[in-house]
């Protein structure tokens, strides 16, 4: 059911995301073929599955509002072999290397909450903060059909968004669609994106494979740009499926 308060986050993440673009831009995004779904009475293109997930039929693709039992079926990072207190610029195992376009500092915390379940996998992680001017790159080693990570970025008082593309270098192309989170937005009973215990769940699952995510800070709307960096990103929660 498409007013389900579980899907509130991810649905408002979606919509300001389609809002927010020009013609053009929205030309750009939105499937040129008409929706047509037996359980999307409404031709939106999209249908709201259990557990936070939400899927783009016409594109093939999933996005994940909350780490219900199919997103973690997806492999996870282990961070515990990185010190606290390290500069990393990749994360690895014997699958596949995650690989940042900066120095991020690993800490853990067990009194801070990062997010309650199952908005997160985790509530008190290790975390990885990043102080970037605007962009923060992602590369994978690897192609891969899904990957995830849980993210927050401290609210200041000057509302931002943070724009996140999931990308396949090697065709240029970007798998859709493109979403976009506000800080200090309330818009559950559980802290705002931006804020202690405010993270959210930055993950999906595409017929298309990809290998880079794109994290930007941008401003609330085309006509305002983002407040000046540095800003710091916290990132938290990876997992990933191979593409085959």
């Given at each position: ?19 927010s673009c020009s ?51 997806f492999k996870p ?82 509302k931002r968004a ?83």
């Open positions: 059911m498409k007013k389900n308060f579980t899907f509130a986050l991810v649905a408002m993440a979606i919509f300001a995301t389609l809002s013609k053009e831009e929205q030309a750009a995004i939105d499937p040129v073929m008409e929706a047509s779904h037996p359980d999307d009475p409404d031709g939106d293109g999209i249908i709201f599955l259990p557990d936070g997930e939400v899927y783009y039929y016409l594109d093939s693709t999933s996005l994940f509002g909350e780490a219900g039992p199919k997103y973690l079926t990072i282990n961070l515990d072999k990185y010190k606290n207190g390290e500069l990393l610029d990749s994360i690895c195992n014997q699958d596949i290397a995650v690989r940042f376009d900066t120095r991020g500092l690993k800490s853990h915390s067990t009194s801070v909450l990062w997010a309650a379940k199952p908005r997160v996998a985790e509530e008190y992680p290790p975390l990885i903060t990043f102080r970037v001017d605007s962009i923060l790159t992602i590369k994978l080693s690897k192609m891969v059909t899904a990957f995830g990570y849980e993210i927050n970025s401290p609210f200041t008082g000057t943070i724009e996140t593309t999931f990308r396949n270098s090697k065709t240029n192309k970007s798998v859709r669609p493109v979403v976009v989170n506000y800080t200090g937005n309330l818009v559950t009973n559980r802290p705002p994106f931006g804020l202690p215990g405010g993270a959210l769940l930055s993950a999906r699952e595409s017929a298309m494979p990809f290998d880079e995510v794109v994290i930007k800070t941008i401003g609330i709307n085309n006509q305002t740009p983002p407040p000046p960096g540095p800003f710091d990103i916290t990132l938290a929660g990876f997992r990933y499926r191979l593409a085959k």
